[in-house]
């Protein structure tokens, strides 16, 4: 066995701590995901691919969001979309679409051929699209 000189070892005793601390919050992250997806089956049955993927990529802000939507939204879409309906296309979001996040809609699907846009974005993008 290599003999670990006492810098080596506080290195990784403090990398070993900073790691089992992002396990934890990734790991209380996964769970609250897991939580919201039972709550939203719960409400209202399957969840389509659509939902999954929000909630799979959402941040921690948006599912505490979407939890407390879940008690409320008359419908799985309103959960999601609760803050961001518009009356008539803004005529602001037709740039941002094209020149920030190149999109492609098809068959009632969107796929992001660049860099995709935080859920926040994408939700507004999506109930414009739809």
């Not at 005793?13 to 992250?29: H, N, Y």
């Not at 939580?35 to 049955?45: A, N, T, V």
């Not at 799985?76 to 296309?89: D, G, I, N, P, S």
Request: net charge negative; with cysteine; proline share 3%.
């Amino acid at each position: 066995m290599r003999y670990i000189t006492s810098i080596e070892r506080i290195g990784y005793d403090k990398g070993s701590i900073e790691g089992q601390a992002e396990g934890r919050v990734i790991g209380r992250l996964e769970g609250k995901r897991r939580f919201l997806c039972m709550q939203l089956e719960c409400r209202f049955g399957a969840l389509p691919a659509w939902a999954l993927e929000m909630v799979s990529c959402a941040s921690e802000e948006d599912l505490h969001s979407w939890d407390d939507a879940v008690l409320t939204a008359p419908t799985l879409e309103a959960v999601f979309h609760q803050k961001k309906f518009f009356r008539e296309e803004p005529d602001w979001i037709e740039t941002i679409i094209s020149q920030s996040y190149e999109a492609c809609y098809e068959n009632g699907t969107l796929r992001w051929l660049g860099d995709k846009p935080s859920v926040k974005q994408a939700s507004v993008i999506v109930t414009i699209l739809s």
